[in-house]
Structures are given as C-alpha cells and as structure tokens.
DNA sequence: GAGCACTGC
C-alpha cells in the first residue's frame, strides 16, 4: 500500500548517487520510474544533498510544462524552506525566478534548447535531469541529443539523467551506451482493465452512446468514486454530456467538459470537488497528462485521440482521429488510481488493442521541424541528416525543413549552412516563418504590428468557438468590417482585450479569450523587447506615407509565399496553392473576396463522412504587383497546346506564375503552326481523329514500300516507320488548328511525294497491287494482301480452289524472289490450306480433303 | 455536424 511518508523513490538513492559518484562511471543514468514516484522532486535534492553537484553547480530539471515546473520549484523550495528563486528555483518562457545561488532550477524544454545556443558548454551547470522524457517532446530529443554531444566534447563532467514513466527503454539504453538503468516502483493503485467483448459498431453505434451506456452499467457495479471519459475532441465530448444528461440512469451524475479551448473557469470546474455529489468529466488527452483530476476511480476510454501531424510530401498539417497506442491507453488507465483502486474500461477489444502501436510516434516523427533544423545550424550541425538522433525523422521532413528555410533565406542555398539572415531569425524565439516577417518588418519599419500579429499567432486561438449568430454579429459590429486579413482581425480583437484590460467578462461576450490575450500581450513585449536589444527600433514608424496596412501584408508574404493561393473561381472557396495543393478558405474569413491570398495555416480536417479537406485559414490577402517586386525570380509565363476534345480544336492555354501555380488563364485559339500539327496529328493518330482519305489503300501502299524496301534493299527504298508515319500526318496537319479542317484533307499526294516517280513505278511493278494469275477460266488479276507494317512478311492471296487448278508453281513478287502465301478457299471462302508451294498442296494434301469436299459441295468442279 | 488534440522558446 502505497504511503505518504516514504517516496518509493528513496528506495533508489543510494544506488544514484553510488552510480554517479563512480569515478569510472559513464555519468549517464536511466532512471524507469512511474507516476508518483517521488522522483519529480527528490532526485534533484539527492544530487544536490550528496555533494554531486559540486561546490556551486546547478542541476537543471527538464520540464515539459510550464505549470509543473513552476509547481515543483514551489514544492521543493517549501521542503528545503527556502524562498522561490534562492536554492530552488525556475525558468519559463517570461519568467525568470533564479538567482546566482539557485542551485536546482524547474526549466521547460525549450529554454534549455536555447540557453545550449548562446552558451554551448554550459557552464555551472553540473546535471541535466530530463524529466517525463517518455512523452518524447521535439525539444527533449534534441536537447537530450544536445547534452550528449557536449558531454562527449567540452563537458565530460555533465551528468545526465534520463527519467520516465513508462518509456520502453531498450532504443534509450543504446543511445544513452554506456548508461545505468535503475528501476524504480510507483505510488499509484492498482487498476483494473475490462475490454468490450466484441468489436464496437461505431459506425451504427457512436462512441458517446456506448460511452454513457457503459457509464451507466459501471457506475452501478463501481459505486464509489468519480468517473473520466475520454474522447478525441470537443465535439465528441459535448456529444456525450448530452447522451449522459439524458441517460435515465445517470440523472444523479454531474457532467463537465474538459478540454483546452474551455475557458479555465470551466476547467477549474471540472477539477472541481464537488462533495456529495458523484461526478464524471469528459476529457481529450489534456486529462492524460497535463491535468489531473483528484477522486476519479473509473475510467472509461473511446481510445481515440486527435493528432496532429506535418506531411513533409505535400507540407500541409494534419489532425485527424487516431487510435491511441498501448501506452497512452495504460497512462489513461492510471487515471482512476490516483487515490484509491479503480477500474478501467476501453471501448475496443483486448484482441484490438494487441494490434495498436507500443508508443505514440515521438514529435521529431510527426511534426515540422523547420524550427529545429535552423537551432541545430545555428550551434553548427550542418548535416542534420546525419545528427545523432535519438529516432532519425525521414529523409522528406529534413529536406522539407531545409527547403523553407532555404526560401526564407535563413540558410545560404549552395552550401546549406545557416546565413546571417538565418542567425538573425534565431533571437526571435518564434517559428522561422514569424521570425523572417519580424525582419522583414525592421526593414519597413512596422515591427510593432508585425509582433503584435505574430505573438497573436503563438497563444491558443484567440477567438473562442463560435457561440451562435448572435455572437457572431456582435464581434461583427465591434470589430468592424475586415477585407485585407484575418490577422487585422485578430489584432483588434486584441485590442479590445486589452482596452477593457483584458476582462473575462466582456471578452467573453464578443468570444474573445482574455487569458490568450493576455499572453500574447507578453509575447508582443518580449518580442519588441528583442528587437531593441537588436538595435532596432520598433518606434521608428517613419512615415512615408504608405500604407501600413500593405507593409504588414508584405511581411506576410515574405514568411508565407509558399501558401500563396489563388481562388479558383469567383464566389468559391475553393482555392489552387502554391506546390500543387487545392485547399478551402476557411468560411470565417475575412478575405473571403480577394483573389490572391497567403494561408498562414494550412490544415487537413476530417470532415463529416470522414472525408478529408484543406482547410486554408489564418488569410491575408496579398497584391499581384508585390510578387513582381519581391519575387521576381519566381515570376514566369508559361505556353501550353492543347487539343481540346469537345471543341476538337488546338487551344493556347497561357498562364502567368509564381512558381508553379498560375495567377491567371488566358484560352485562345492562336496556337502556333507546328505545335498545332503535332497535336492533330497525336489524334489522328490515337484513332480519335481519322482522316477520312487515309484509307486501306494508304495502309497498303505503305505496307508494300515497306515490304519492298527489305526485298530489294538495291532500289534504296527508305521505309515509312512509326515517327515517319507521324511527320507524314504532321505535315498533312500543317497549318490547321481544327478537326474539321483536316478531316477532309486529301492524302495520297502527300504519302506518294515520299518517292519519287521512279521508285513509285518500282513499287507497282514489284510489289503489286493485283497479280496476274492463270486459272481455269483464263488470266485473272488476283488482289494480293500485304501484311502491315511491312517488315518482309510475304504478301496473301486469297482464291477458291477451283480458280487454282491450273495454277501449279509458286507465285512469287518481287523480281521472283518472294512467293506469295496462297489462302486456298474452300466453295464457302473458308481457307482449307494457306502454303506457298501449291504444288506440294497439290500433291500431299488435296487428294487428303477432296474426297470431303466433294460430298459438302457436290455441284462444284472437282478435278 | 461546419471545421480544429496538446505542448514549448
């Protein structure tokens, strides 16, 4: 049973700190220990209480966010009594609560990261603790990969100590070799797991009525303790509160909604205790590991989770539904055995749950790693395929990385190194897209607005969901009317926030959140408190009496110009991309009229039906004149023929791009001459567009000048081949531009100049048309068949037999030298022999078939 | 039912 007094975790430190004291020691540990092993707020003080730190080294505790790094400074500095920001401390995005005598400091992932760059070695700090590293953060990773090579280099004294909850840790142990592992037990209490018997039918059933229906069967079989549901988003949760609300078994049952977007009102709400009462929360995977919900002993799983991924191949951003992999569902499980034992039940098979993956793919796997890519140039990894990563991403997600970065003109475009321009982009701890408009806007002297818009891009969406028409027309009214771009929007909704000092009430009302405003309020502070620092000044709005409103546009431009888009059609939201992607203008926005437009996001939804959209939002619309200005290596014309098949005529399609997508379309039916003709003579040839004086007679001339030409290679014959056949058409195409107007076109002319007069004769003389043949009833001329294409297959002459009978030797073209096959012909014109030596037909194998013949056609001849 | 999980510098 788990008790207050003793951590599990001490049961561990006498093994640590002998394992980091070991002089022959890797200073390398895995440390595998569960939720509530102590190990959050003990092993630093370990370190520090066993002299491994040092005389005045720090040991750094890597966090993954804020609040519990801000909460477990708090906590540590309450047990060693001190005050916040003396012996204990923390470091957050803004906030800064240490001291040169802070000896352990809570720090999240990304100030590390940064700290790496402006002091590669690190100095005073003695250990690197990576806290919850099993949730496998993109700067985790790469400041873990960080610590290792600097180990290795400069700071062979660093410790580190890798921590983890439920990380399968072979891959880690490999990475980490030479380390020691040591294996800590939790503090939790034991969960039960039931699965459904059978497959859920979501596709009759939805998660949400099976959810409340479980509910209610559990919560009779479970009748203490509070429940949590987990599903994928807020629509599936509000789904179920409703199918709860409703459900006659459940009517003493509390029902909350938890999930980021609520305001923290109606979180705190939902982590409410509420005495008396029995409670279940609805969650996403907020639930799972940011926030924790006291009293929950049940736990009910749709095993699904929304997850946001990059698609390096068409760079656009996902979220769609996913399953959630075995660990994530054990994390979930853990949930109802916080503070007594609990059940948990998954909405999917044990047999299912076999198949799912061991672990959710790290971030470094799924996400744009533009950010990264640059911080890694920036501290002089300039091959970052070969990085020493923990799990490689794929080849397309660095080559994606580094193309951005190339077009923002962050990394220099022969060599890939990181530029000036890259370096500069760096002291913005933003996105390289925002950092490169902060720049760009220096030199336009509007930083201040283009910070304001990028801080307003950084904090959860700063409008809240749409709550209705009402609201919708009150923001409307407020705000005004916006044209230009969504971030103006966003900017003035900011504005008001800030002018009614960012009141939750008022904001509310016009759906607006306080508390992101207020954030990007410090964002937009420490962003201009940058470009000071950078000598820059984001005052020095000069008027030059342009437009503001045009100067923050073409800073959009500049970080976004590989999401232009161009509406298709007017009055649609449908919209052709920069990179050959179709995306949709999100309905609500403002530039719902422009016809050139930057998406700042970029995202594929699901949408009803599981059908999948790109969904273009965050728009600004952008001048076609500026593309010439800015890029105008980027600007091109392009030519295009084409047969048009319903017209059946060769169109000029002319496009003027940036890049590959076009920015307008002009169709005319001027093509030029000699591409009109191959593209007639491509119909004709494909059989869509015969000529009508092509006919057999053509084929068969060909055939014979063929044949002949490998006959009697002495005449210098020269053969019509395939691409002679398609120059021959060409040429009979020249100068039209429709079907009609070569349809009727004469041919033989054509065909006939490829001799000259002389070799036209040897063609009717050796290679005839009709052969004279003598039969029984006198000298006839007898068609012959040449079979195409010519390659020196015998010609065929078809006869009855009784046209034969006095036909004894071979009949031969060519001079003599080729006798022609004979289809001998039975009365009924069906061939009885095809030979070319009638007289051995005449002796071996007519006297086999006459007797038979004579029978079928007895008032036929028969010698 | 329109179309959105969670973090972090």
Redesign the pocket.
Known sequence: MPSEDRLPIYELADDLVAALRDPAGSRRLILQAPTGSGKSTQVPQMLLDAGLLGERGRVVVL???????RMLAARVARERDTTLGQEVGY????DNVTSARTRIEYV????L??QMLGAPSLGGVAAILFDEFHER???GDITLARALGIQETTRPDLQLIVMSATLETGTLEKYLAPCRTLVSRGRTFPVTTEYLPRPAPFDRI?AWELAAEELARLAAAHPAGDALVFM?????IS?TLNEIRHHPRLGQWLARP?????PPAEQDAAVAVYPGRRKVVV????AE???TIDGVRLVIDAGL????RFDPYRGINT?LIEKISRASADQRAGRAGRTAPGHCLRLWTEAEHADRPAQETP?VGRLDLA?VVLTLKASGVDDVYNFRWLEPPGRRSLDRAELLLRDLGALDRATGRISAVGRQMLTF???PRYARMLLAARERDCVRPVALLAALT?S??LFT??EGRKMDEDRDDLLGAEHESDFFLLMRAFRFAENSRFDPGRCRRLGIHAQGARQAAELFAQFLDIEQKHGGNPDAQKDHGRDRSEDIRRCVLVGFSDQLARRLDEGTLRCQLVGNRRG??????AVGKARLIVAAEV?E?????D?L?T?L?LATAVEETWLQEMFPDDLGATEEVFFDDTARRVMVRRQRRFRDLALDEKLSDDPPKEGAAALLAEEVLAGRCPLKNWDAAVEQWIARLNALSHWMPELGLVPIGPDDRRALIEQLCYGATTYKAIKERAVWPAVRAWLSPQQQAWIDEYAPERIEMHTARGPRKVKLTYPEPGDGAPPVLAARIQELYDVTGSVKVAAGRVPVVIQVLAPNHRPIQVTQDLANFWRESYPKHKAELQRKYPKHEWR
Do not use: D, K, M
Request: glycine content about 6%; aromatic content about 2%.
């Open positions: 966090q993954p966010r804020r609040l519990p790094a470091r957050i995005r803004l999240t992932e990304g100030i990261l940064r953060h993109l700067y939805p994928p988003g807020a629509y599936e789904r938890l999930h980021g977007e609520l969650s996403t995977n907020v590991t940011s926030l989770a929304r997850v946001a979220l971030e950010e701890p933003v996105h950084q959860r969406n969901r749409s949709t203008l999100a309905r609500e926005s995202r939804v699901q949408q009803r039906g059908e959209n969904l939002s």
